[in-house]
């Protein structure tokens, strides 16, 4: 971790998760510009721990500090999140072998446990704010599916180096949260997962992991297309 001298690493950890969960649930948007001092006033906390906190996500990709430019948000484009998504596609193609052969039984109910909250639609009831919220929490929960899936080829380096991609990946999802983005094709994408994980068929998982990675990629890269000709 990037710390200044004298900063706690208390006051870092909760600058850098503060800030970060500002990026994930947009109220920080990619390109957006800000500052060290914007940031103290909305979190609350002094300039030292905020400063290491974005020299961390700037190492992370997340900024971009430029000079007399300043502090922004790393901008997401079309071509960017493509490429994003090949690194995840060999991920989980190259994982998918592994994790059919190495994961535990327990891991797998781990997974299956979270399929339910990724195939329930909205209730009748649920208006504009509460649906919101929920597709956010649908968001959280397809990570989760994803990070135990990858755990289970029990390699601590490959999660690693899997759950920084994806920090990446899931700034982009919530690009299309107010555009439904096919949800009920991706509920049934994460039932074929599932389906082929319990099996522990590499060829059927690995083919599972891919469609559902092609089929997100392209409802954000029409997203981000879409706002480039609005704009």
């Known amino acids: 971790m990037t710390e200044l001298p004298g900063v706690g690493r208390d006051l870092t950890d909760a600058a850098y998760h503060r800030i970060r969960s500002m990026l994930l649930h947009q109220e920080l948007r990619p390109g957006e510009r800000t500052s060290v001092g914007q940031l103290c006033a909305a979190l609350g906390l002094g300039r030292a721990p905020v400063k290491a906190a974005i020299d961390r996500l700037a190492g992370e990709g997340l900024f971009r500090i430029r000079g007399r430019s300043g502090t922004s948000v790393t901008s997401l484009t079309a071509t960017g999140v493509r490429q994003m998504f090949e690194m995840r596609s060999l991920y989980e193609d190259g994982a998918a072998p592994l994790i059919a052969e190495r994961i535990t039984d327990e891991q797998i109910a781990d997974v299956l446990a979270l399929v339910p909250a990724l195939t329930a639609g909205p209730t009748p009831e649920q208006r504009l704010p509460d649906e919101l919220a929920r597709r956010i929490e649908f968001i959280d929960k397809?990570?989760?599916f994803h990070r135990l899936i990858i755990a289970g080829a029990n390699n601590p380096q490959l999660s690693d180096a899997?759950?920084?991609?994806?920090?990446?990946?899931l700034i982009s999802h919530y690009l299309v949260l107010d555009a439904g983005a096919h949800e009920r094709q991706r509920q049934d994408e994460h039932v074929e997962i599932a389906r082929a994980l319990a099996q522990?068929?590499?060829d059927a998982l690995a083919a599972a992991l891919r469609r559902h990675a092609d089929a997100v990629r392209d409802a954000i890269t029409r997203t981000i297309d879409h706002r480039a000709v609005a704009h």
Do not use: M
């Open 200 to 202: 522990r068929d590499a």
């Open 162 to 169: 899997y759950r920084s991609l994806n920090l990446h990946l």
């Open 142 to 144: 397809d990570v989760e």
